[in-house]
Structures are given as C-alpha cells and as structure tokens.
C-alpha cells in the first residue's frame, strides 16, 4: 500500500512539475496586472444567486452596507496578511508547499476534495446560465423549494448545456480563459445596467430623492421570504468574509500571489472584492426585489438587461465553469496519471454536468459555499502553523518532508478532528469556520509539540 | 482607435440604462440598444486583445 501510494505521489507532482520551482523575481508581475485578474475573478455567475438571495433571507439594507463593507475588508486583510506574506515568502504554490507538510499522500486527498467541490461549484454555475436559456424559451426554471428537477425539460437544457460547456473546456480551454478577460468588465457593467433600469419599476424618481426609502421598504426590506432563515449583519459579514475562504485563510490563491513582489499585493484583492462582492451582489439584489423576489437568475437578468442581460447569465456560467473544470479535471488527473488531461477534463464534465441538473446545488449555493471553505480550511491553518508558529516555538518544519512519510499521520488527524469539531459547535452554518481554524491551529501545534523528536534525533534525520 | 472604441462601447453598456431611468428611452429600445453596445464591446474588445496579442 506505502508503495502503491508512493507511486501515485510521484505521478502527481510529474503533473506539476513545471511549478516545482519557486518563481523567480523576473517573473513577479506588476500591480496593474494583478488588479485586472483580481477584478476579473470576483464576477460569476454566482453573484447573481448571492444577492438576490440577501434580499430573499430578508437583509435590511443597514445591515447588508455595514455587513458586506466589513465582510469584504476582512477578506481584503485575510489575502493581505494570511496568504500573500507565506505565498511571496516560499513563492511555491499549495501543491508543493503542502507537500512539504502533509506528505504527498495528503496532498492528493486534498487535490481529489477539491476536484469534487469543484465539480459541484461548476454544477451551480451552468444551473445558473440554464435559468437564463430556459427563461429565453419559456421554460419553467426550478422553484425555491425544489431541491430536484421538477422539470424534464429543465434537467434536458441543463445536461446540454454542461455538455456543451465540457466540450469547450476540452477543446478550447486556453482561448475562453481569454475571451473571459474581455467578458469581466462587460459582465459588471451589465450587472449595474440591469439594477439601474429596474429602478423605475421599483419606485425610485428620477432625481433618486427616494432611492434610500426604496431600497429600505421594497428591497432589503428585513422580510424573509417564508420559507428562508432571516438573515442579519453577522451572516452577511461572515457570508462576505468567508466566500473565498478557501482561496484566502486556505491558501490556495498561494498560485496567484507567488508571483508578486511582495505582500502588499495582497491589497489588491480590493479591485475584485467591491466590484464583485458589494456592487454586484447589491445589483442582483435590485434586480430579484423588480421580479417580486423570484428566484430564477435568468429571469431576473432577461427583464432587467433583455438578450444582453441573459447573454450575461449564460457567460458569466460559461466563462466561470470553464476554469472551474480545467481544476477539477486537473485534480482528478492526479488518481488517474495515466489519463490524459481531456479524458480528465471530460469526466469532470460528466461528473458536473450530472450535478448540474439538480437545482439543489445553485438553490442552497450559500450553505454549500460555506460547506466548501469548511471543508479546505484546516489545510490552511496547518500551513500558518508550520509556517509562524512552529519557528516561534522551536518546533521542527517540514518533518513529513524529512521523514520522506507520504502521509502525515497527525496533519489527516487534525483535519478531521477539525471537521467533526465544526460539525457539532452548536452556532450557524457561516461562523462555524473561525472557531474551527483556531482549534486546527491549536491543535496542530499542540499535536506536533507532544511528538516532538529529541534534539539530537531531529538533527540526525536533517543531515 | 480599436481600444477607444471598445471603452464607448462599454460605457454606452452604462449610459443607456441612465436614458431609460430618466425616461428619455423605452425599455425596449433600452433592451436593443444595450444588446448592441454589448455587441460592439466583444467585437472591439476582442480586437483590441488580438492586437495586444498572447504576451499579456
């Protein structure tokens, strides 16, 4: 079994070989640069479930201000100063840096969970551009209660749909990851377009004299639609904070910031954050309240924007699926080495297009986005700890590399204590990852500290 | 002169729905009009990034 899994090991890292080595300063990218991906990364298809189900779990509008401001400004901070300062420090990638940690072994499991939660995340986002072509046709999308198909024909369009999508992320990967670039800033100013011309529908004059009243009493009007939890400040902070958890606090986004000069970089998550997190959502938001709070993404953009507002539905699902995909078929490749990355990228296509038809997954989008970072964030935490902590207090890195041990016995133990930790804490869905990071970072630490090698053993095994 | 006009493009994308809150346009024509500006911001967008080329 060791062997077997050491064979797997070696075929995966044959698989990133190519970011083995840490990037050299010529390679360092310029701020500009960095604030056009930032700001292209944060609009999906997504963003038009996220805010219009704020207003659907009955936000008040001072709350989803101060909630998603806060919110955003910590994940802002938890770019700049969790993942940033220990991707420009190593300038390796999770892949290798966790590597180093958990042992290879680890690392695949963490590389399949991922593929698996990607598929589910690329599920979502071709539900979501199906709401918009089945609402061009006039067919009925999914109601809010509905976790599987009620529609025959809904599950047909979304199976096409995540076929076609497939094919072009087999086909087509590199040239769509570009034609996205083109797709972001048109994508968020269709989202404002839409809100702004609905604002008529919702009451508000000319001048905006009333626009506050409007947003108080017809949009974030504090009423949960019957059927969904109320929601206040603290969800949406939490939800605003937590939404790219496992990029930030998981430190996946290791990949992007690797390449910066140094860790203020971090700052410019900013450019993706307030357009996409706060405008966007805000956007979709107005748009839900003009369609009598309605969930059906496609609707709501095809009233607002017409064939412009649905082309959106259906790219921002296209051009978010696409990379989403390319991950997960990449993720996938690493249990199967002797497939190449199409046969990879086609049973990913498969596996999502599968998920796609079921509406659960785009209709309880926030509770699986928290589940998603939950479930990646105790790798995060160990890292922080190898990284910070265990030089503060004498505590030896990188002993699974040392040991050359495939698996690191106590890392897979923390990570589960972790989850079945996060599992029983009797408080909401979206504040449970905070404790949860501190107790994976207590103990980890606390793990290591008792196992910890006499001096001179530990010297002996670095030479 | 491409880039220029794939930045009108876009900022018509945000100009138009203005027309429409102020009532200077009916949705309909706002809906035409913003499908063609977005129309315009892929032709000229795209040629704009052909032209910069792969390097970017």
């Known amino acids: 079994m060791p062997t077997r899994l050491a064979t797997l090991a070696a075929k995966m890292d044959q698989l990133q070989e190519y970011e083995r080595e840490p990037v050299a300063p010529d390679k360092f990218q310029s701020a500009r640069q960095f604030a056009g991906l930032l700001a292209g990364e944060h609009v999906a298809a997504t963003e038009f479930v996220i805010g219009a189900f704020f207003v659907l779990h009955g936000v008040s509008l001072r709350d989803l201000l101060i909630g998603l401001f806060a919110g955003n400004l910590l994940a802002v901070a938890s770019w700049t100063l969790v993942c940033a300062p220990i991707a420009t420090r190593t300038r390796l990638t999770l892949y290798w840096y966790f590597r180093r940690i958990g042992g290879p072994g680890l690392m695949g499991l963490y590389n399949v969970l991922n593929g698996v939660l990607y598929c589910v995340l690329a599920g979502a986002m071709i539900s979501v551009s199906a709401t918009a072509v089945a609402a061009l046709f006039g067919l009925p999308s999914p109601g809010l209660d509905e976790l599987l198909p009620s529609s025959a024909a809904w599950a047909a369009l979304a199976f096409l749909i995540g076929i076609a999508f497939t094919v072009m992320a087999i086909l087509g990967f590199e040239k769509l990851s570009r034609f996205a670039v083109v797709c972001s800033p048109w994508m968020l100013a269709v989202f404002v377009a839409c809100a702004i011309a609905v604002l008529p529908q919702l009451g508000v004059r000319s001048d905006f004299s009333n626009l506050w009243e409007v947003a108080e009493t017809r949009i974030w009007n504090g009423q949960a639609t019957p059927g969904q939890e109320k929601f206040g400040l603290w969800q949406v902070m939490f939800f605003a904070w937590f939404c790219n958890l496992a990029m930030h606090i998981g430190l996946s986004d290791m990949a992007l910031f690797r390449f910066a000069p140094n860790w203020k970089y971090g700052l410019l998550s900013a450019c993706g954050m307030f357009p996409g997190h706060l405008l966007a959502w805000i956007c979709s938001g107005i748009m839900v309240a003009a369609i009598q709070r309605e969930m059906n993404p496609g609707l709501m953009a095809i009233e607002a924007g017409g064939i412009a507002g649905g082309a959106a539905v259906l790219i921002a699902g296209w051009t978010t699926a696409n990379p989403t995909l390319y991950r997960a078929g990449l993720a996938f490749q690493s249990i199967t080495p002797n497939w190449s990355r199409w046969k990879t990228t086609a049973l990913a296509g498969i596996v999502t297009t599968i998920l796609a038809c079921l509406p659960v997954f785009f209709l309880r989008l926030l509770d699986y986005v928290a589940i998603y970072g939950l479930l990646l964030m105790p790798v995060g935490a160990m890292v922080f700890a190898e990284h910070w902590i265990f030089p503060k207090l004498g505590l030896e890195q990188y002993r699974a590399e040392r040991r050359r041990e495939v698996v690191n016995w106590t890392a897979l133990g923390v990570w589960i204590a972790t989850l079945a930790f996060c599992y029983f804490l009797p408080i909401h869905l979206f504040f449970k990852w905070l404790p949860g990071y501190l107790f994976a970072l207590a103990a980890y630490t606390a793990a290591r500290a008792v196992t910890r090698e006499p001096a001179a053993v530990s010297a002996r095994g670095a030479r | ?56």
């Open chain 2, 1 to 56: 002169m491409v880039r220029v006009l794939a930045w009108v493009s876009l900022l018509a994308c945000l100009g138009i729905p203005l027309a429409c809150f102020w009532g200077r346009l009916s949705l309909p024509t706002y809906k035409t009009l913003l499908a063609a500006a977005s129309l315009a911001w892929f032709v000229f967008a795209t040629l704009a990034m052909a032209r910069r080329g792969p390097g970017r």
